[in-house]
């Protein structure tokens, strides 16, 4: 297999769940899929998806989730993950493989993704653009997670996901990648993430953005608390200042 997607999972969101099941099989590359769910839903979701394997969860958060689930998929030379509400494009997948295949340097890549409300209409677009590696650097991330993909040795080279973060974990992963080789942009849409209430990020906004910024600030290469901040208010600036070539409205 070429690469391994875990889909953490509650089970509690079924529709987005199916929607999301249906974009990663939608795929004409060799992947590896499963899902990693409570005990008590690995029966229920068997039977709604018997094209994917779904695990029983041991440890505690999303992190450990998806971590169990590359586990159970075995080595593949890419990984991947993607939340129950969110879609993968069409190609996305194999554009990002075939990226990473012609920069063996590379040890992630990312994209544009567009952003709906929990009806699927449009909101707005997400366009990080490729300085978006050195703004994280300097403490503020524009990096959408969903239609990422991972070099696997990359992943496991830094210690993986932490698993004791309990949702900016992939703020934390890039944030640790980026220390390690380039991470290309794909100027191209790869992803679709949905708002809604039931999302974790928006029920835990102010908390996200806490976690993210505490990832951030621990990474940065400096033990003077003032330094610190500056870079955060530079960043703020710069990513302030792109933000509308970041942020789109959806069309």
């Known amino acids: 297999m ?20 249906a974009s990663v099989l939608d795929t004409d590359l060799d ?22 394997p779904v695990f029983a969860q041991r ?3 999303i992190a450990a989730a998806i971590t ?3 586990a159970h998929l075995g080595p593949t030379e890419y990984c991947a993950w993607l939340g129950d509400d969110d879609l993968l494009t069409r190609g996305s997948l194999r554009a990002a493989v075939t990226a990473l295949d012609a920069a063996p340097r590379a040890m992630m890549v990312f994209g544009r993704a567009v952003c709906v409300d929990h009806l699927g209409r449009p909101l707005y677009k997400v366009r990080p653009g490729r300085h978006s590696p050195f703004v994280l650097r300097l403490g503020r991330n524009l990096i959408m997670q969903p239609g990422c993909v991972y070099r696997t040795c990359a992943v496991e080279s830094i210690g993986g996901l932490d698993t ?6 992939d703020v934390d992963l890039h944030r640790r990648l980026i220390d390690l080789g380039p991470a290309i ?16 990020t928006v029920a835990n906004g102010e908390r996200s953005q806490a976690e993210a910024d505490f990832v ?36």
């Open 2 to 21: 070429t690469l391994a997607l875990t889909i953490p999972t509650l089970g509690q969101r079924p529709s987005y769940l199916a929607l999301c099941a």
């Open 31 to 52: 992947i590896a899929v499963c899902m990693v769910a409570p005990p008590d839903k690995v029966g229920e979701l068997s039977r709604e998806f018997p094209r994917i």
């Open 59 to 61: 440890g505690h958060g």
């Open 68 to 70: 169990e689930g590359w």
């Open 164 to 169: 004791n973060l309990r949702l900016a974990f």
């Open 185 to 200: 942009y794909l100027p191209r849409t790869l992803a679709v993430f949905r708002e809604h209430p039931t999302s974790l």
């Open 216 to 251: 951030l600030c621990r990474q940065m290469r400096t033990d003077s608390l003032l330094g610190r901040r500056a870079r955060l208010t530079a960043a703020r600036k710069i990513a302030g200042l792109s933000a509308r070539l970041t942020w789109r409205p959806a069309s």
